[in-house]
C-alpha cells in the first residue's frame, strides 16, 4: 500500500501565493536579506550571552512539568552535556533573542532527542556515544546528511541531505534522523556559524515513484532541522528535476513552518547529470562547486574521510576533557 496517497494535504501554489502575499513590506526586507545574505552577521551576541540562561528560566518555568520532563530528566542525568550540547546561547541566536520561543524550542529539543535516540539520548553526541549503532549508515549514505566543507559566500555554513535517503526502507527512520541530527551538531561547534547563521540545501531529484516516499520520516527530517534543533536556518533551498519530485516537496512542504517556506528557494534542474549553471544559486552565495554531484554539483562526498576526521576531533576533545577533570 503506497506510504502517501494524491489526496494527504500539500502545500499547494495557491498556499504558496496567499502566504507571500500576506507578508508586510517589513517582512519582505527581512526575508529577502536572510535568502541573499544581504544582513549583516549577528555578532554582537557577547553582551546577551550572559543573562540568556537566566531569561530563557523564567519561561520555562511557565511550561507544564509534563510538557518538559524530557528536559528536565536530562538536566538531572546529564547536567553537563544539557549545558555543552543544548546552551541556552544556541538557542537564543537560533530565535533571534527570543527567550519564550527559545524556552519551547528547548523543551522540544529534548523531547525529540529522548523520542529518536532513546536510552542513548543521554550520551555525547558521538560516533562514540549516540551515534555508535549508526556509523555503517553514515559512511553507506554520506549524501543523506551532511555538513558541506565549504561555506557560502556570505559565511554562513550549508548542511546538505539527498532526501532520496528517506525512502530507503531497509534503514530505520530513527538511524537517519541521528545521523541528521549529528551533522547539525558538528556544524553548530562552530562560532560563526552561530554567528552567521545556516543554509539548508536539499536534493529531492532521486525519486522514482511515489509508493516509495515515506511521510513519518519526512516529517522527522524536517521537524528536527526546522523544529527543535538550535539552527538559525537563514535559506533552505530545494532542488528538484521533475514532476514527481515537486509533488514530494509539496507534500514535505506541509511540515516545515510558515517561516520557514517563504524563505525557500525551489531550483528546477531537469538533468542532474549536466552541471548545474552558476546563475542558478551565485546570486544566494552559493557556487555550484560547493554542490554535491548527486544534484549536478561539483562536490565529490567522502564519508569515510569524514567520518575519520570526526573520530580524531572527538578524540581530542576526550583527552581534553579528561585533563581538565
Not at 550571552?49 to 507544564?64: H, M, V
Not at 541556552?88 to 529534548?110: G, H, I, Q
Not at 551533522?183 to 525519486?207: P, R, Y
Not at 509508493?211 to 524536517?222: G, V
Request: hydrophobic fraction near 35%; charge should be negative.
Amino acid at each position: 500500500m503506497p506510504a502517501v496517497s494524491f489526496t494527504a494535504p500539500q502545500y499547494t501554489e495557491d498556499d504558496e501565493k496567499r502566504e507571500k502575499e500576506a507578508l508586510t513590506p517589513d517582512q519582505k526586507e527581512e526575508i529577502e536579506k536572510d535568502v541573499y545574505g544581504r544582513g549583516d552577521a549577528e555578532n554582537n551576541h557577547e553582551d546577551h550571552d550572559r543573562d540568556a540562561e537566566e531569561e530563557i528560566s523564567w519561561y520555562l518555568e511557565e511550561i507544564p512539568v509534563h510538557e518538559k520532563q524530557d528536559y528536565l530528566d536530562a538536566l538531572r542525568e546529564c547536567p553537563r552535556l544539557v549545558q555543552t550540547e543544548s546552551s541556552a546561547n544556541r538557542f537564543m541566536r537560533a530565535t533571534n533573542n527570543d527567550p519564550k520561543e527559545s524556552a519551547k524550542k528547548l523543551v522540544s529539543y529534548w523531547q525529540m532527542r529522548q523520542k529518536i535516540f532513546g536510552t542513548k539520548a543521554h550520551l555525547p553526541m558521538s560516533l562514540n556515544g549516540a551515534l555508535a549503532d549508526d556509523i555503517d549508515f553514515m559512511r553507506q549514505k554520506p549524501q543523506y546528511a551532511s555538513v558541506l566543507p565549504d561555506k557560502d559566500s556570505h559565511g554562513r555554513t550549508i548542511i546538505f541531505s539527498d532526501i532520496d535517503g528517506v525512502v530507503d526502507k531497509s534503514h530505520d527512520r530513527n538511524t537517519m534522523t541521528r545521523a541528521l541530527w549529528y551533522m547539525a551538531h558538528v556544524a553548530m561547534k562552530e562560532q560563526d556559524s552561530q554567528s552567521n547563521g545556516f543554509v539548508f540545501l536539499a536534493s529531492f531529484c532521486n525519486f522514482k515513484t511515489l509508493q516509495n516516499f515515506d511521510r513519518i520520516s519526512m516529517k522527522l527530517h524536517i521537524q528536527s532541522v526546522l523544529g527543535c534543533l538550535p539552527l538559525n536556518v537563514k535559506a533552505v533551498h530545494i532542488i528538484v528535476s521533475s514532476n514527481l519530485s515537486t509533488m514530494v516537496l509539496r507534500f514535505s512542504m506541509v511540515f516545515m513552518q510558515p517561516h520557514y517556506r517563504v524563505r525557500t528557494v525551489i531550483h528546477n534542474v531537469p538533468n542532474v547529470k549536466v552541471l548545474l549553471p552558476k546563475e542558478n544559486f551565485q546570486p544566494y552565495g552559493i557556487d555550484p562547486a560547493l554542490i554535491p554531484t548527486s544534484c549536478g554539483g561539483q562536490l565529490e562526498l567522502n564519508g569515510n574521510a569524514f567520518l575519520m576526521k570526526q573520530r580524531e576531533l572527538e578524540a581530542t576533545t576526550t583527552t581534553n576533557d579528561n585533563d581538565n577533570r
